[in-house]
């Protein structure tokens, strides 16, 4: 049976919402497993559906992989199986980061080419370029990457773009490497730093974590360890963006507000009111009265403004006083969510990279369907300022990326549900 999610519009949010680990950290932390033999522990992890999936690509590289609520734990034997097959890898994205270290491991892998969102093309040359350049051979056979090294020696990587799942690619073969390896333009994020935190408790060498050049100095074995995710920071964002959407006051906890300076700075020009929270319960808050002001977005990588939060800002935009324009620098497929917020009466035309939007009183109810998780959240923010009914179709997007979303949602005071029936289209 389709769920879908039947939102009201009109409530203004108010409470305290707490967010866990970051789907785009624990992802990858959970394939960093596999860099050690024995039981690695990795906590605050979301209860999502991705961690299961993933959980399920490493069963299939021969770990054993138990999760209780927030806890994972894999167990991962003295050499992993190095395939990793179609069925379980082409349901997420993020399962291309066995790669790096079941080369690291192995000396090989066969991991089939990965599903995803639908954002564009996503290609893998720049994970197989670093690769080579630490001495693999990689090249694309029947619909998955093979690489083989006899071995991985240290090397001087330029990357052509700050790469997230590159990065961490490299990074995790480097490791395991013989000699110094240099990554240069690195990813910067925060979830670059969290796998390098990591990676340094289960003995690795890395220099410049958080920085774009990364110096890695190979070791010979790593030890498993228990790690902590970071709060995510785009579930983070999404609270902000509805607390200023709805012109609510949420207080978001679980996150580093340093990693939302730049959307906290945003919604301050829209005219909301922002103050950090500090530890022990570290986060943010947002309470916004007026209608919110037209602000320009550019999506960047990290420290720029997160392609994923980029359906958030046009949300915003879509009901704000005046006209933003918004440019997606990352994804070239990422507007295509905006064909349905229109649906919704946003006044929003895209060419290419910028999408202009002027802000309306108030967007209007209607059936729409999902793309992808953030695409999918930013409808949500949509319905909760319109008019009426809006049923957001397809939302299995939405669940592997937002824990208890319709219950923290409920608890801000929304009248949202989720519903099971056929679309009637
Ligand atoms: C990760 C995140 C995703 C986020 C993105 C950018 C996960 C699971 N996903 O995706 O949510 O939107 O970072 O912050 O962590 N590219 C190439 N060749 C390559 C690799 C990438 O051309 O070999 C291009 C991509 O097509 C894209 C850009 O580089 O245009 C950025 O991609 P990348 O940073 O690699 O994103 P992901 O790691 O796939």
Redesign the pocket.
């Known amino acids: 049976m389709s769920e879908h999610f039947r939102v009201q519009g009109g409530a203004r949010l108010v409470g305290e919402v707490s967010v866990v680990g970051a ?3 624990v ?2 932390l959970m394939a960093a497993a596999l860099l050690a033999e024995g039981t690695t522990t990795l906590t605050n992890c979301p209860e999502i559906l991705d961690v299961p999936l993933m959980a399920d690509v490493l069963r299939g590289l021969g770990c054993e992989v138990s999760i209780d609520h927030d806890e994972v734990t894999i167990v991962s034997p003295a050499m992993p199986n190095h395939r990793a097959d179609f069925a379980s890898m082409s349901k ?3 399962s ?2 066995v790669l790096g270290p079941l080369v690291a491991r192995c000396r090989k892998a066969v991991v089939a080419l990965p599903g ?2 639908a ?11 670093g690769l080579r350049q630490l001495g693999a051979t990689t090249g694309i056979e029947h619909g998955c990457v093979v690489a083989e090294a006899e071995n991985l020696t240290g090397a001087q990587i330029w990357l ?9 690619n490299i990074l995790m073969a480097a490791v395991l490497a013989d000699g110094t390896t240099v990554i240069d333009n690195a ?1 910067r ?1 925060p ?1 670059i730093i969290d796998i390098c935190v990591m990676l340094q408790q289960m003995g690795a060498k890395i220099e410049g974590a958080g920085t774009s050049t990364l110096t890695v100095h190979g070791v010979q074995s790593l030890q498993p360890t228990e790690h902590r995710v970071i709060g995510d920071r ?1 579930v983070g964002a999404t609270w902000a963006l509805a607390a200023a959407m709805t012109r609510g006051d949420i207080t978001v906890l679980g996150v580093d507000p340093g990693h939302l300076n730049l959307v906290l700075e945003k919604l301050r020009t829209a005219g909301a009111e922002v103050t950090t929270v500090e530890q022990p319960r570290q986060g943010f808050r947002v309470v916004m009265d007026g209608r919110p002001k037209a602000v320009d977005f550019v999506t960047l ?2 420290p720029g403004f ?3 939060n980029q359906p958030f800002a046009v949300a915003l935009a879509a009901v704000a006083e005046g006209t933003s324009m918004i440019t997606e620098n ?3 497929a990422r507007f295509r969510f905006v064909e349905e917020m229109m649906r919704m009466g946003a006044d929003a035309r895209t060419d290419g990279h910028h999408c202009v939007v002027r802000g309306v009183e108030k967007l209007s109810g209607a059936p729409v369907w999902a793309s992808d998780i ?1 695409a999918g959240a930013g409808l949500v923010l949509a319905g909760l300022c319109a008019e009426g009914v809006t049923e957001v179709w397809d939302v299995f997007h939405i669940d592997r990326g937002y824990p208890q979303f319709i219950e923290n949602l409920q608890r801000l005071g929304a009248d949202v549900q989720r519903v099971s029936a056929p679309p009637e289209r």
Do not use: W
């Open positions: 789907k785009n950290s992802l990858k997420l994205r993020a291309v980061c995803g969102d954002i564009g093309s996503r290609p893998l040359d720049m994970h197989q370029n052509d773009f700050p790469s997230v799942g590159a990065t961490e990813a994020e979830e785009i990588p990290y997160a392609t994923d990352v994804f070239e953030r």
